[in-house]
């Protein structure tokens, strides 16, 4: 890492190295997770498999919603996975601690909070806004 990428936070190597640890570490810790999730859900479908003689509609209606709720438990693992890859990318990039939206450096206390967080609040704020 060259010198110059830690000089806008003013963060040390040494406090970089500590949030890479940290962030590889939730990285893991969600892809354990997400190994759990797809063994649980294949589960599901194996007794769901096993199980549909004699079924009525309310136990399928049941299954269904198991399903869709693994499933969405898989996508919101992976979301946040993903948004830990990308603080990671940054932190190599340098940019790290910056807002990709208005690029002011994110306050301390709301990385130690989310440390994957690439954007202020206020910039949150407004791109739930938008999406909403
Ligand atoms: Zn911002």
């Known amino acids: 890492m ?3 990428d830690t000089v806008g936070t003013g963060r040390s190597q040494a406090e970089i190295d500590q949030i ?3 962030l590889q570490d939730r990285y893991a810790e969600l892809s354990e997770e997400y190994e ?3 063994q649980q859900s ?3 479908r194996l007794v769901e498999v096993g199980d549909t003689a004699g079924d009525d509609q309310a136990d399928s ?3 269904t919603a198991e399903r869709d709720t693994a499933q969405s438990l898989l996508r919101t ?3 946040r996975r993903a948004q830990y890859e990308h603080a990671l990318t940054r932190l190599d990039e340098g940019t790290y601690g910056f807002c990709e939206g208005c690029s002011a450096p994110i306050p301390v206390e709301r990385l130690e909070i989310f440390p994957s967080a690439t ?3 206020t910039c949150k704020q407004t791109r739930e806004r938008r999406a909403a």
């Open 2 to 4: 060259l010198v110059h």
């Open 20 to 22: 890479r640890l940290s």
């Open 36 to 38: 759990q999730a797809v």
């Open 42 to 44: 294949q589960v599901l």
């Open 61 to 63: 209606g049941t299954k």
């Open 77 to 79: 693992i992976l979301d």
């Open 119 to 121: 954007t202020c609040v």
